[in-house]
């Protein structure tokens, strides 16, 4: 437990950007399923928008946002 108050409030503010950051990759990943599940343009440009804000934001890293843009979009041409 830390003692000094600044590492007790970066503990505090760490817990709310853990807490955002989890329900930002679940919807993420809700996106992803919905879109190989039913490979639709509409679902593949939601899933596309939110890849890109991930990477954006340094949720995921730009590269596995690419990796996944570029193997959804095969599921839609197949």
């Not at 853990?18 to 639709?40: C, E, G, Y």
């Not at 509409?42 to 843009?69: C, E």
Request: cysteine-free; overall charge positive; hydrophobic content about 35%.
């Amino acid at each position: 437990m830390p003692i000094i108050k600044s590492a007790k409030k970066k503990m505090r503010k760490d817990k709310r950007i853990t807490a955002h950051n989890k329900v930002l990759k679940d919807n993420l990943k809700a996106l992803i399923k919905s879109m190989r599940k039913t490979p639709t343009k509409q679902n593949l440009q939601g899933a596309f928008s939110a890849l890109d804000k991930a990477a954006k934001t340094h949720l995921i890293h730009p590269n596995k946002a690419s990796r996944l843009k570029s193997r959804l979009s095969k599921h839609l041409s197949a």
